[in-house]
């Protein structure tokens, strides 16, 4: 801020010494007549305050050119002062930045400056003087405008720029964020609840079978460990993320045979009537939310029966996992609320739907609708 006022400050000295002394005489005369409209020579009690308004109206010219100008031609008709009328010219084309009003405002100086130079010299010498004094300050004002609005929109629209992508910046690492979230619920919350159900029937066999359970909790946490590494690798790679594949629709069998094996009652029905397979994005979303139905008939229903359903046309894949109410009180492992919102997200990230909600009997329902 200091240095445009001292820039000020100094221009309109300048300006309001010049004027008072009618430029030191330099533009005053034609030879041997005077250019001044008055014909005289200003005594001092007329040109200093005139010089001093001129530098008064100077030092504001960046908010009000107009009163400028009207005092820099005033002291032109009276005094013979260009500069005064050169430097508000300037202003006002740099202020104004507006084609029509500078072409207004120079035509109207060009004429009071240029008629008493014609009067006296003729075309000859009226011609370059008041390009000199009115339309060449003007048109360089004007350009200085011009280029510092342009700067300033560049400026705002660089500015909105990074203010847009650092939106983006956030935007993108929420989104991660909720998709490490969802694999990390996906990987650890199933397998946990079926080593801890296997723990419990260890618990409850008093040595029976222990070879048969503790071989099974080995397995699930053996498999646990392996999806958790691929996760790490995703997250540690600076590359291009590992391609290893995916758990799909042909991976379901497996996952079923696993709540089998702790004495679930589930029953697996998977039809395509179109003959090719979904997309890999779609198996692995619909294996989800297998996998966290399941997970959720284990931790809330216990030994419920549980059907799940899978019917693929040419257009849509539909899905449904529904389990009756339980025969008695479920593991009462711990929940935490997120896993139905993770899958509803997965489904609705490959354009589906997902609906969860009781059954109308007793026990839960989760079907799920998804365009092909």
Known sequence: MRRPTAVDALVAVAVAVSTAYSDAGAGRSFGDREIAGLGWEPPLWFAVPLGLLVGAAALLRRRRPEPFVALALAAWVTLAAFTA????????????????????????????????????????????????????PALLGLYTGTRRELIARMRERAERLEREQHQNILRARG??????????????THRVSLMVLHATA?????????????RSIGAIGREALGELRSLVEVLRADGDAPVAPQPGLADLA?????????????????ANESGSRPPALIEHAVYR????????????????????????????????????PARGPGPGLPGGGHGLLGIAERIRLVGGELTARPAPGGGFEVSAEVPL
């Open 85 to 136: 009328v050169m430097v508000a010219q300037y202003a006002f084309a740099e202020r104004t930045g507006s084609w029509r009003r500078t072409a207004i405002g120079t035509l109207a100086a060009s004429a009071v400056v240029g008629v008493p130079i014609w009067r006296l010299g003729g075309p000859d010498a009226a011609a370059p003087l008041t390009a000199a004094i009115c339309v060449a």
């Open 175 to 188: 989104e991660e964020r909720a998709q490490i979230a969802r694999d990390m619920h996906d990987v650890v």
């Open 202 to 214: 260890l618990e409850a066999s008093d040595g029976r079978d222990a070879t048969t359970i503790g």
């Open 254 to 270: 497996d996952l079923v045979a696993e709540s089998r094996r702790i004495g679930m009652r589930v029953t697996f029905e998977i």
């Open 289 to 324: 939310v297998v996998q966290e139905a399941l997970a959720n008939v284990h931790k809330h229903a216990g030994d419920a029966e549980t059907s799940v359903r899978i019917r693929q046309t040419p257009d849509v894949l539909r899905l449904r996992v529904a389990n009756g």
